[in-house]
């Protein structure tokens, strides 16, 4: 590993550190991958109904005072009905007042110099000690910089020089896994799994693949970063691996500024 001079990297890492609008561009980012959903447009409206005529005669003879509702066509004898409420929303069986609307656009706009800002300012993040110390375990030099990466192609090289590296016992803590709390162990996610470190390259030779057999672990081209990939629950400081490579091509090609 070579150790980083702060004065030396580029100047995407010296942006002054700004949650609130890391949290902007990762709302924004989930907020287009949100899929929509709404109830079928005849929900609670699949049978015959009848409403019952007043002809004037509410509360008389001729209604039976019967509420006026919309009912099922069981059985009627002139003007009186008999059967189930139907239809109305305060019925068993009606359809919702208020549905969910599938057309309804859940998408949070931002611009694009604040989408930069905010990547700048969770690359700066990834520097700042007590920040990845409140989500990993790590407590060496910051930012890590590696100059083998580019040269991982199997998931054994990236397991034993990430431990290389000092992240052994934060590989630990993203095996572990819980059982999610509420319903959504019933839908197909009964488990959480915790979010490990970042891995940050030039180019693609096959780390990405590499990187997905080890729990926690995420590979990513410097050209693909977000602010979701860097704070992925909001909250910037994600422990981050660098390539030596990879820093070099953010400062030549001046990304996110």
Known sequence: MAEQDTTQLPVQF????????????VLSIQSKNRQSYGADERAGKKHVTRW?????AYRSKKGRGKARLPRKIMHARGMQLWGEGAEAPNTR???RAHPPKPEKDFTEEINDKERRKAIRSAITATTDKELVQQHH???GE???????????EKTSQLQTHLEELGLEEELTRAKRKKVRSGKGKNRGRKYVRRVGPLVVTAENNDIQQA????PGVEATTVKQLNAQKLAPSTQPGRLTVWSQKAIEKLD?????N
């Open 14 to 25: 010296q942006e002054r550190v700004r949650p609130d609008i890391v949290k902007r561009a």
């Open 142 to 152: 910051l930012p890590l910089v590696s100059e083998e990466l580019e040269e991982m």
């Open 211 to 214: 990187a997905r057999n080890i």
């Open 252 to 256: 030549e090609e001046q990304l996110f």
């Open 137 to 139: 375990r790590y407590d």
């Open 93 to 95: 069986g009606g359809r």
């Open 52 to 56: 019952r005529q007043r002809n004037n």
